[in-house]
């Protein structure tokens, strides 16, 4: 399948012989989509919300992205085994029905991060160049994502290779510009106050940035070889995540930390206005267009799935993922327009939402595959109307589920004013409460 050719296969399991490709593609695809505006802004949470200092927002931050990258590597692994979309898997899980719930809390996830990256993008390409406007600028950068969608698999694995090289160069040298600016406060660590709750937010937040991607990363090496195997695929998946998100968040915390003030503007200022940040932003809103491209394709293949768990004699190909992204193309121009002028509210209650409904489905999954089912699960039965061996529902996963989601939904608080504030027990109730839903769903499933 060359570059150019239009993926044929929308959810369908991939036969060996048409897998392709190496571990190191998982690498690039995780590191390049990472570098980011997004992902900076992000970090930049630590300092615009929880005001915490340099170093204990850095430590926090490493530590969210390299735990939380563990569980993402872990759902990677399973893509050269099954070889079919994570969604489809979680049929596995909940039964043929069953996982519909799941997958349209997925679909939601999907369209959420493709419109944050649509206001983020915008509102760069509308800084560096008054004449486009953001709303221009949000159709620039989701119609660039939306052509690699109707391509598919390769065209957006190809891209973010590319990306992956200058990206990660363009970020080499913003961080030699922002520290050597001569706008970059002396007392730059001595800004901010540490704080548990702020430590523990930011932790949750870089955490929880690895957590989303876990819906559809196996997506992205389904392709590859069986003979690839789960650790190499584990090890090229973990690296590439943590690293390219870890750097680039940093990068927002630096920004956010030495310039009060809009982060994109803050990001201009410190690397100098000029050649260099136009290039800056330009090369930054590709890897938005790159990561937008991979959340519309595993949105659209969501989709699909709920379709054809609707109509189950469907076997949807180019055509359909052509028409079902296009359609979520729409829904998400809406949200992004809508939402561009209340941004940060709305992206803090975002994360917080997938807080809730990530964690549980992550627990339930993983302990499935690895504990229960041991990475051996009938691929056919994915697709059989009846649910195959894992029938329509599976009840235990699902009550599981909700269990994990009210679980936590006493914590769950929308304002990010109300987060700040939240009592230092609390804080401990919260991790109990992961604990309890991780412990729960392997008694139940067991």
């Excluded at 430590?199 to 989303?212: C, D, E, R, Y």
């Excluded at 990363?217 to 870890?246: M, Q």
């Excluded at 769950?412 to 109300?418: D, E, G, S, T, V």
């Amino acid at each position: 399948m060359s570059i150019t050719s239009m993926e044929s296969s929308t959810i369908q399991a991939i036969p060996e012989n048409q897998r392709h490709g190496n571990a190191r593609d998982l690498f690039t695809i995780w590191f390049g989509s990472n570098i980011m505006l997004l992902t900076m802004f992000t970090g930049s949470l630590a300092v615009t919300v929880f005001n915490l200092s340099f170093f204990s927002a850095l430590m926090a931050l490493v530590l969210g992205n390299l735990v939380g990258a563990i569980f993402v590597a872990l759902h990677s692994a399973q893509g050269p085994q099954l070889a079919v979309p994570q969604m489809i898997q979680t049929r596995g899980q909940f039964g043929f029905y069953g996982a519909l719930l799941v997958v349209g809390v997925v679909v939601i996830m999907y369209l959420g991060f493709y419109a944050s990256n649509l206001v983020v993008g915008g509102e760069a390409l509308h800084t560096i160049y008054q004449p486009i406007s953001k709303v221009q600028g949000i159709t620039i950068i989701a119609i660039g994502s939306l052509v690699a969608v109707i391509f598919g698999y390769k065209l957006i694995h190809k891209y973010t290779q590319i990306l992956a090289v200058l990206s990660g160069l363009m970020l080499l040298a913003a961080f030699i510009r922002v520290f050597s600016s001569q706008y970059f406060p002396q007392d730059f660590f001595q800004l901010g106050t540490f704080s548990s709750i702020g430590f523990m937010g930011t932790l949750s937040i870089a955490a929880l940035w690895q957590l989303a991607y876990a819906p559809y990363v196996s997506d992205y090496s389904r392709y590859l070889p069986k003979a690839t195997g789960a650790k190499t695929a584990f090890w090229a998946s973990y690296w590439g995540c943590s690293l390219g998100s870890l750097i680039s968040m940093i990068l927002g915390l630096t920004v956010a930390r030495a310039y009060s003030g809009d982060f994109i503007q803050g990001l201009i200022h410190l690397t100098g206005s000029g050649l260099f940040s136009t290039a800056l932003i330009i090369v930054f809103s590709l890897g938005i267009a790159a990561t937008n491209s991979m959340n519309l394709y595993c949105g659209t293949l969501s989709s699909i799935t709920i379709l054809q768990t609707i109509f189950h004699r469907w076997s949807p190909r180019v055509l359909a993922r052509t028409i079902v992204a296009l359609s979520l193309f729409s829904m998400a121009m809406f949200l992004s327009v809508s939402s561009s002028e209340s941004f940060v509210d709305s992206y803090v209650n975002f994360i917080l939402l997938l807080m809730c409904v990530l964690i549980p489905w992550t627990a339930i999954n993983l302990i499935d595959y690895y504990f229960i089912h041991h990475t051996e699960y009938d691929v056919p039965s994915f697709f059989k109307p009846d649910g195959g061996i894992y029938g329509y529902f599976n009840w235990p996963a699902l009550i599981c589920y909700v269990i994990g989601i009210l679980i936590q939904i006493h914590f769950f608080y929308l304002h990010r004013c109300m987060l700040v504030r939240l009592p230092n027990y609390w804080v401990k109730w919260i991790s109990h409460g992961r604990l309890v839903c991780w412990w729960l769903a392997h008694c139940i499933m067991l």
